[in-house]
């Protein structure tokens, strides 16, 4: 069966700090993943997702990169956090034509 | 561009009470509709999903008919229980890449 790991599950960070969230996926090849924000309060966020290794689609313009530097392994990175970049972040994967699987979240708070 | 449009919340019930919460769409296309729930602390668990018009997705004793004449996904449940307190997400699936689209999410708490 199809699981997927993110890590850490919190993180504190200072602002201007460097950022690596990184997300694995077991039991299938070639998915699509995607990393999401959700803010206190608000609804889901897409930022990044990719069809296939080093091909990364950007959403919204922002303080944050994604790498796949290999088939299922999906990374939020970021040089300099500011405060803004707080909130619960999702990776998740899907088939082509399927539903899409969600992490457990990691809950990132820049102070 | 797509969007999905989902009832505010929060939603307060008593436990046994009957449950709607309202989800339209707009999409190009004949999307695939989906309803995530959030409990607390933790990620997105697929609730139920419908991949075309008229089908009802179930689930959990939770349903939700994919309506294209009226582009709702309205979810349902007949008698809520306090477990069920969460967040549930209404989200289309378009495109060849299959990105979801969330709306805001509503959510629920059930009082016993």
């Known amino acids: 069966s199809q699981t997927i790991h993110q890590w850490p599950a919190t993180l504190v960070q200072p602002v201007g700090s460097p950022l690596s969230l990184e997300c694995t996926v077991e039991?299938?090849?070639?998915?699509?993943l995607y990393w999401y924000r959700q803010a206190a309060g608000r609804g889901l966020q897409l930022l990044f997702y990719s069809v296939g290794i080093g091909q990364i689609s950007s959403e919204v313009p922002q303080n944050l990169s994604a790498s796949r530097p290999q088939d299922r392994q999906f990374i939020l990175s970021s040089k300099k956090l500011l405060l803004s970049d707080s909130g619960f972040y999702l990776c998740a994967w899907s088939q082509a034509n399927t539903e899409a699987f969600f992490g457990q979240g990691t809950r990132l708070t820049v102070v | 561009g797509d969007s999905v449009t989902q009832m505010e919340g929060p939603v307060t019930l008593s436990e046994e009470a009957f449950l709607t919460i309202n989800c339209t769409y707009t999409a190009t296309g004949y999307p695939s509709l989906f309803w995530y729930v959030q409990y607390p602390g933790e990620g997105l668990q697929l609730l139920l999903k419908a991949t075309k018009a008229d089908d009802k997705g179930s689930n959990k004793g939770f349903e939700a008919t994919y309506r294209k004449e009226t582009t709702s996904f309205h979810l349902e449940k007949g008698s809520v229980q306090v477990s069920d307190s969460a967040v549930y997400f209404c989200a289309l699936r378009t495109g060849s890449q299959g990105n979801l689209i969330f709306g805001k999410g509503t959510k629920l708490s059930v009082k016993p």
């Open positions: 039991g299938t090849s070639n998915p699509n």
